[in-house]
C-alpha cells in the first residue's frame, strides 16, 4: 500500500521524506512520509504514516485511495490494542494512554502519564513475582514432603511474606479513590435552607450565572451542576434544593434529591444567612469532618457561630467578599486529597476489584497454609490470576474489549 500510493525507493526507516502521493496515474498531494517496519512501532507491526494536508477533498481522496487498496477505517482503540496484543504495552500502560488522551487537568495528565510509563505494571508485576515464589514454597512442600532437601513445614515459610503482600494490597486499596477521583473529578455539593445564598455562591465559585438566583424560596429544585477545575484536578460543583420542610410534591422531591447529593459528595459546603439566627439552628446541616461551613450575607448580617465538626468562611456571595478565601479553602483541600504520592494509585473499578480478589484469596491461604498447603495454594494461584487480569497477561476478551471500546477512532 505504502509503495503503491509514494511509489519506490520507500523511505528510510523512521525518517520522513517528501514524496507525491498518485493512485490510478492522478495525484492526490504532496506529503511527508514515514515508514516503521516492525517490530520498531507503536503497535509492533509495520505501519506508514502520511502527512497530508487537512482539506476535506485531500482527506476524501486520500480515503478513497487507500480503500481501494485494500485498508478500512480502524476501530476505536485499534491500534492500541495491536500495540498490547504484540507486547508493546500491557493493559494498565494502555489505560494509561486513554486517559492521557482524555486528560482535561494537570492532575489527571500526571496520573496518566505515570501510568502510561509503567507504574501500575512494575507494582502488579512485583506482586506476581512474589506470589510465584511463595506458591513455589508451598508446592514444594506439597509435591516433596519426604525428601531432605526440603525442609518441613516448608509451607509455614510462605506466612510471612503472604502477611506483608496482604498488608501491602490493603495499603493500596485504602486511598480513598484517588485516583479514580482524579480521572472523575471531585464531587461538592452546596447544601443549606432555602434563600441561604447556595445558587449566588454557585455563580460566584463559576464566575458565571450558571444558577438562577431570586428572592423566592424554593427557586432551585433540580440540581444545577458546573463543572471546575481546582488545583489542576477537575470538581464538579453542584446547587441543590434547600432543606427545609415541605408538603409541595416538586420541591420534595428536590429536597430529596439534595439529600442524596450531599450524602455522595466527597464534599459538602453547607451555606446558612448570616442574617438570619434562628434558621441557622434549624438548617440541620448534614456536614461532616472535612467539610465546610459557610456563612454568607454578612454584608447584612454579622458572622454566626454553629457546633458543627468542620471549619466555616464568612462571605457575601453578593459583593464577593471573602470568595477568595473560601477558593483557597478548596483548591488546598482538593489538592490534599488528590495529589500524587509515592506509590501509584488504582485509577479505575476494575483495579480496585482484581487487587481485593487477590487479597481475599491470600487471607484464605494464609489461614491454611500450615493446615492444608494444598489449598492455600489453589489461594495463591487465584491471587496470581487476578494480578495477570490487571496486566492483561491472560486472556479475557470481555476485559479487552471493555477497555479498548473506550478509545477514540484512530488510537
Known amino acids: 500500500m505504502l509503495d503503491a500510493l509514494a511509489g519506490e525507493p520507500r523511505p528510510a526507516p523512521r525518517s520522513a521524506a517528501l514524496r507525491a502521493l498518485r493512485h490510478d496515474g492522478q495525484l492526490i498531494d504532496r506529503a511527508l512520509v514515514l515508514w516503521f517496519p516492525a517490530p520498531g512501532s507503536f503497535t509492533g507491526e509495520d505501519v506508514?504514516?502520511?502527512?497530508?494536508?487537512?482539506?476535506?477533498?485531500v482527506i476524501d481522496a486520500m480515503m478513497d485511495a487507500l480503500m481501494a487498496l485494500g485498508g478500512r477505517p480502524a476501530d476505536p482503540g485499534e491500534f492500541t490494542r495491536r500495540a498490547f496484543e504484540h507486547g508493546k504495552m500491557d493493559l494498565t500502560e494502555a489505560e494509561g494512554l486513554a486517559d492521557l488522551i482524555d486528560a482535561e487537568t494537570e492532575g489527571q495528565r500526571l496520573q496518566a502519564l505515570s501510568q502510561m510509563s509503567g507504574a501500575l505494571k512494575d507494582l502488579y508485576e512485583g506482586w506476581r513475582e512474589r506470589l510465584i515464589t511463595i506458591l513455589a514454597a508451598i508446592e514444594g512442600e506439597i509435591d516433596f514432603p519426604d525428601e531432605d532437601d526440603v525442609p518441613d513445614a516448608l509451607a509455614s515459610t510462605a506466612g510471612p511474606p503472604l502477611e506483608a503482600l496482604i498488608l501491602e494490597m490493603g495499603a493500596h486499596l485504602e486511598d480513598a479513590h484517588r485516583g479514580e477521583r482524579v480521572r472523575d473529578g471531585l464531587s461538592i455539593a452546596l447544601i443549606g435552607a432555602p434563600n441561604a445564598g447556595k445558587s449566588s455562591l454557585l455563580n460566584r465559585l463559576a464566575r458565571r450565572e450558571a444558577a438562577i438566583v431570586t428572592d423566592i424560596p424554593g427557586t432551585t429544585r433540580d440540581i444545577v451542576e458546573v463543572r471546575l477545575v481546582l488545583a489542576g484536578f477537575p470538581v464538579t460543583l453542584a446547587d441543590t434544593a434547600g432543606l427545609r420542610?415541605?408538603?409541595?410534591?416538586?420541591?420534595?422531591?428536590?429536597?430529596?434529591?439534595?439529600?442524596?447529593?450531599a450524602?455522595?459528595?466527597?464534599?459538602?459546603?453547607?451555606?446558612?444567612?448570616?442574617s438570619d439566627v434562628s434558621r441557622n439552628q434549624e438548617s440541620g446541616l448534614p456536614l461532616r469532618e472535612g467539610d465546610l461551613l459557610v456563612f454568607n450575607k454578612t454584608d447584612i448580617g454579622a458572622p454566626q457561630t454553629l457546633t458543627l465538626p468542620c471549619e466555616s468562611r464568612s462571605v457575601s456571595a453578593r459583593t464577593g467578599a471573602g470568595i477568595d478565601a473560601v477558593e483557597a479553602w478548596l483548591e488546598e483541600t482538593v489538592r490534599t486529597r488528590l495529589s500524587a504520592r509515592e506509590a501509584p494509585a488504582l485509577s479505575r473499578a476494575r483495579h480496585r476489584r482484581a487487587v481485593t480478589e487477590g487479597r481475599e484469596a491470600l487471607r484464605?491461604?494464609?489461614d491454611m497454609v500450615s493446615r492444608a498447603p494444598?489449598?492455600?495454594?489453589?489461594?495463591v494461584r487465584l491471587a496470581i490470576r487476578a494480578m495477570e487480569s490487571l496486566t492483561g497477561r491472560i486472556d479475557v476478551e470481555d476485559i479487552l474489549d471493555r477497555v479498548f471500546s473506550q478509545f477514540c477512532i484512530g488510537k
Open 364 to 366: 484464605r491461604g494464609l
Open 374 to 379: 494444598e489449598l492455600a495454594g489453589e489461594d
Open 245 to 261: 420542610e415541605s408538603a409541595e410534591i416538586v420541591e420534595s422531591e428536590g429536597i430529596r434529591r439534595a439529600l442524596a447529593r
Open 48 to 57: 506508514a504514516e502520511f502527512h497530508i494536508h487537512g482539506g476535506p477533498a
Open 263 to 274: 450524602e455522595e459528595a466527597d464534599i459538602r459546603i453547607g451555606v446558612v444567612d448570616s
